[in-house]
């Protein structure tokens, strides 16, 4: 299988605004190779999608991120059967940092995954194909918040207000890649939150060092199936995907990882754990909830 991928365009009423998605799929077409900015995707623009009923993963970028900087994790997803959709977060990316660490952008984040699904399974391409009772989400950092927001945690403010976020029940596995976790620290914060978790965070991570998340990680119910890994001397953007060469600059921090490690191989190597946690997680919801 090879992958697809498109572009998507979707609006917020809530914010009076549109943003882009990527979306990459499963098909049968060879890659030709796709440029978007400085990045390459293996995949082929407007390719048909594969015939099949695919598992659907969201991905979460970082506070003042992309929805370019996953493409390692969403080409391995759609080469093995995913249809996967980086979306790019209003007022908290890279061209907008407005709202960026601010209580709106994290009340505004997990809306706008919603939308990205709904998006999806409601697109002339790819609603025959998406699955809806199998939906995944990876987030990064603070795309790490967003996805516990979205399955069920409560985040409360640096002030201790409750912060308004409405859970989205489709999705039914998450990944926390160095999760911003601060946001729910007040007691009961997780106690809704049964989906399950697979968590990563950096050893030498100085931003969402592992210690703290794993405090907060420590206060999900009992029940709730919890994977935990700290990667070895990885830092908190190690799990950016490589950059290319003339991004690897010491003025560009989200290039540069801790002397010693090797971005490169971890990003052989963390695609596949991540689908080898997605993929029977998401086959075990499906199969509780038919």
Known sequence: MHSGIRHLQIFDSRQSATFPAIVQYPTLTPPAGTQLGPYHFDATLAAPLAEGRFPVCLVSHGG????????TLSTHLAQNGFIVVC????????NDRSLADTDQAAE????????????????????????????????????????????????????????????????????????????????????????????????????TPPERVQRVLSQLPPGTPLEWEVIPNAGHFSF????????RRPDFPPALDPAGFDREQFHRELPRRLHDFLAPALRRSHAVKT
């Open 64 to 71: 003042g991120g992309s929805h370019l900087l996953y493409r």
């Open 87 to 94: 979306l790019e977060h209003l007022g908290d990316n890279r």
């Open 108 to 207: 505004h984040r997990p809306r706008h995954v919603s939308l990205a699904l709904d998006a999806v399974l409601s697109d002339a391409i790819f609603r025959a194909g998406a699955d809806a009772a199998r939906i995944g989400i990876i987030g990064h950092s603070m795309g790490g918040y967003t996805a516990l927001a979205l399955v069920g945690g409560q985040p409360w403010s640096r002030s201790r207000q409750r912060l308004s976020v409405t859970p989205d029940a489709r999705i039914r596995a998450g990944v926390l890649l160095a999760p911003a976790t601060d946001w729910f620290l007040a007691p009961g914060a997780l106690a809704q939150v049964a989906t399950p978790l697979l968590a990563m965070v950096g050893g030498r991570d100085a931003i």
């Open 240 to 247: 950016l995907s490589p950059f290319p060469a003339p991004l």
